[in-house]
């Protein structure tokens, strides 16, 4: 119990120290984190890494996290 009250005060006092944008990003990533054991969607993810070749491979839109982001949500 004790390591992980010292782990989470590090973790915290670092994120603290962060700028705005970055505290957002770590969020993000905690969320990511959270999500990434999810089957859903990890066959989501691998779907879309698919078709993002493809389309690569066609000369078209290759996609962005963020839009994969925004379509996943």
């Known amino acids: 119990m ?3 009250s010292t782990l ?14 970055d ?5 993000d990533f905690v ?3 959270r999500i990434r054991e999810d089957r859903v969607f990890i066959e989501y993810v691998k779907m879309r890494t698919d078709r993002a070749k493809m ?3 066609r000369g078209e ?4 996290l963020e839009e994969l982001q925004q379509e996943y949500a």
């Open 31 to 33: 969320e990511f984190l």
């Open 55 to 57: 389309a690569r491979q």
């Open 23 to 27: 505290k957002r990003e770590v969020l």
């Open 2 to 4: 004790a390591l992980t």
């Open 61 to 64: 839109h290759f996609t962005s």
């Open 8 to 21: 989470n005060e590090q973790i915290f006092d670092r994120v603290k120290a962060l700028p705005e944008k």
